[in-house]
Structures are given as C-alpha cells and as structure tokens.
C-alpha cells in the first residue's frame, strides 16, 4: 500500500510566521503535489513536482513556495502566514510513467493562522 | 478551458436506497475521469477512474461510475446505500496538456448524508 504521511494533523501559527509542511511517501513516486481544501472551492493545487528539485506552479501559488530535495519528500512554505491561508492542506503523489494514474493522498494539515 | 462540475452541495438518501452523485465535466480531448471519497478529517481515497473502454466502471466499496460521452456526465452509483457511505466525494478530470503529469482538476465536493 502507498503510504503518504504528513508532518501535522493540526497547526496553529501566528501571523507573520514562516510555516513548513512537510510530506513524506514510501511508493517512488516522481509526482507529487500540494492542495488546500476549502469549503463550496473543493481542491485547488498549490504546486506540483515532478521530480527531484523540479517544480511548477499550480493555480493559487502567491504566498507559498516548495521544496524537493528528495524524491521522497515535499515540501510547502508559508513565507509569512496570513489568516487567509488558513485550511485544509493535503499532499499527494502519483506515479508518472503509463496513466492516467490516480493520486494517493495524505491524510491532510489542518492549518490555523491566528 | 477544462472544468468539472458537481451540481449538488449535499445529497440525502435512505439506507438501503440506490444512489447517485452527479459529474459533468468540460475538457478538450479524451476525458480521464475519477472519483474520490473523503471521511471526516481524512484526506482523500480513490475510489475508480474512467480512461477508455466499458461506460460503466467498478470500483471500491460497491461503488460504480457511469461514462456518457453525449451527456459530457461521469455520475457515481451505488445499487444500495450505506450510513457507513456518508462522507464528502470529489469528482476530478485529468488536465490534458503538458504531458503525462496527472494533474487533476477537482469538482467543489458533494456531500452525501445516508440516514437510518
């Protein structure tokens, strides 16, 4: 089974804070991605990697960047965290060779900017 | 531009009763199509996709997917509802440019309540 962990399942930071998260897979997965989850918006990706060190910008990236160091571990940050981004975060990975392949997810971050 | 659309915030259904949650979807090219299911403060699980072939599609938990290409439609289905079936549940398309990437694009979410 395909594992996906992520750091926190709940974070409460102040604003202004620089916030990591943190998400780790165990499949070999090359894709890996960064959502938030918000009520009546459903999912909208952050950003996407397909491998090590590569990245592209999803649909809402302003005030946040990543970071993939290793092809196992993907990470998202908030420069300087806003009460606006607060949410529901959830990492996932997929496999990039044949596909259409399904995303596995992490059980998710809920995060609080106060 | 592609897009996918879940035209009902919450559907209520009594246990035992059959069950239908709706997709509509706009892309350009083949639709690869999905469906996930999320329970409370959980993240998401698939549950089947649609790439080519077979309309009907099977998936986990007796769930089933029907494809209908004139109707631009991906509705999820279930002969026979299940209170343990109540949970939010995302309709996705894959978007079809730049590659084998497997970005999706999700619906806003259908929360299904399945009473007693």
């Known amino acids: 089974d395909v594992k996906v962990t992520q750091s926190s399942r709940y974070l409460v930071k102040r604003t202004g804070e620089k916030v990591f998260l943190e998400c780790v897979q165990d499949?070999?997965?090359?894709?890996m991605f960064w959502y938030r989850q918000d009520p009546g918006l459903g999912l909208r990706l952050i950003y996407f990697?397909?491998?090590?060190?590569?990245?592209e910008k999803g649909d809402i990236p302003e005030g946040y960047s990543v970071s993939r160091e290793k092809k196992e571990r993907f990470s998202l940050i908030l420069e300087s965290a806003s009460t606006n981004q607060t949410s529901m975060y959830l990492c996932a990975t997929s496999y990039s060779a044949g596909g259409p392949n399904e995303q596995f997810f992490g059980p998710g971050t809920r995060l609080t900017v106060l | 531009a592609q897009s996918v659309a879940q035209p009902e915030d919450q559907v209520n259904v009594a246990e035992g009763n059959p069950l239908t949650v709706k997709c509509t979807y706009s892309?350009?090219?083949?639709?690869?199509l999905f469906w996930y299911v999320q329970y409370p403060n959980r993240g998401l699980q698939f549950l089947l996709k649609?790439?080519?072939?077979?309309?009907l599609v099977k998936g986990s938990y007796g769930f089933e997917a029907e494809f209908n290409k004139s109707q631009t439609s991906f509705h999820l289905k279930k002969p026979s509802a299940l209170v343990s079936d109540s949970a939010l549940y995302f309709c996705?398309?894959?978007?079809?440019?730049?590659?084998?990437?497997?970005?999706?694009?999700f619906g806003t979410g259908t929360l299904l309540a399945v009473q007693p």
């Open positions: 990697s397909y491998d090590v060190k590569m990245k």
């Open positions: 892309v350009s090219g083949n639709p690869y």
């Open positions: 996705a398309v894959r978007r079809n440019y730049g590659g084998a990437t497997n970005k999706l694009i």
């Open positions: 649609y790439i080519t072939g077979d309309n």
């Open positions: 499949m070999d997965h090359e894709n």
